[in-house]
């Protein structure tokens, strides 16, 4: 029996799953193991931790692993790149295939085949891959330079749509929610927080946002449909690409990332968006799993992937976290 280890690495968390050649049989969550986001050593804290989980719930030794294939923002980024070959071999067996987030996540759409693939996590970024692997990228830039769409934009946005409001005497429930989820006692200690140096983690908003919008404060229905047109948007320049490197007649869409998972606003604005320019356009109707890619491809892959090389920034959980 061959078993194959598929690892999904996030900004905030890293998802991994044993299988063997037919199914999974266990899975397991951890902290981040990218170097962007985390030390060194907590990274290796992390992984170990991780794969002791899936060892124990498997009922396997990780010396038994046939492939592992991790799919994570910056794979061709050295620092991260080079952490990952030299530690996964000191904890687990196996070869090993390392590529981008987005490449697994396409492969759970689409199991090699053409398609677009929209990510809105903690950040947010869209990738595409012509009939032949060709890869094309939208977004994916980080949240001082893009990540439109995202729950790091959103909960931004909503901030200052909120003070906006607060300015035009326009009624909005958005900063008295924000102020009791970060327990603040008013609109003074909100602009000191917001204002902070780091920044706060503007993405643990998104689902303030979101049950605002559930209540139907006008402002942040708004909001969340401007996020889905944002996203549509990358997604119509990716499929522009992908119709210059070649024929992509009746393009597939799938979408993967918390945001889209979570607001049924958003989904339904990008989607509106998406059908309104392309209407040939099929929509998978459910977010697709990530770690099911890495996990395929662990099965079926005998050779590194190349893809197109990562952005520097941790976007698109490239900053995608799901």
């Known amino acids: 029996m061959r078993y194959f280890l598929g690892i999904d690495a996030g900004g905030t968390k ?26 060194k050593e907590d990274a290796r804290k992390n992984l170990a931790s991780l794969l002791t989980q899936l ?37 687990t067996g196996g070869e090993l295939l390392l590529c981008g987030d987005e490449e697994i996540a396409l492969d759970a759409a689409f199991r090699g085949g053409p398609g677009i693939l929209v990510v809105a996590g903690t950040g947010s970024n869209v990738a ?18 893009g990540d439109e769409g ?34 603040l006692a008013g609109i003074d200690t909100l602009v000191e927080a917001a204002n902070a140096t780091p920044s706060p983690d503007f993405s643990r908003l998104a689902p303030v946002v979101i049950a605002c ?4 404060d006008a402002l942040a229905l708004e909001l969340l449909q401007k996020a889905g047109e944002e996203l549509a948007r990358l997604a119509l ?9 070649g024929e992509l007649p009746a393009p597939r869409v799938g979408f993967t990332g918390s945001v889209l998972a979570n607001s049924g606003q958003v989904r339904a604005s990008m989607i509106h ?3 309104r320019e392309s ?3 099929e929509i998978l109707q459910e977010a697709i799993d990530p770690i099911q890619g890495a996990i395929w491809r662990a099965r079926t892959s005998a050779v590194e992937p190349a893809g197109r090389s990562a952005r520097p920034a941790d976007g698109g959980n490239r900053t995608r976290q799901k």
């Open 150 to 183: 995202s729950g790091y934009w959103i909960g931004q946005q909503a901030l200052r749509l909120g003070f906006r409001a607060l300015d035009e005497n326009r009624p909005t429930q958005l900063l008295q929610s924000i102020l009791h989820h970060w327990k």
């Open 279 to 281: 209407p040939e356009m």
């Open 213 to 216: 919008a559930a209540e139907g």
């Open 128 to 145: 595409g891959r012509t009939h032949d692997g060709q890869i094309a990228h939208a977004g994916g830039w980080g949240p001082a330079l």
């Open 14 to 39: 890293t998802v991994g799953a044993l299988a063997d050649e037919e199914r999974e049989l266990a899975r397991a969550e951890g902290g981040t193991i990218k170097l962007l986001r985390t030390g």
């Open 55 to 91: 060892a124990s719930r498997a009922g396997i030794e990780l010396s038994s692993v046939s492939r592992i294939c991790i799919g994570t923002s910056g794979a061709s980024v050295p620092l991260v790149a080079n952490w990952i070959r030299e530690t996964v071999p000191l904890l």
């Open 237 to 245: 320049l990716v499929l522009r690409q992908l119709r210059r490197m």
């Open 273 to 275: 968006a998406l059908l």
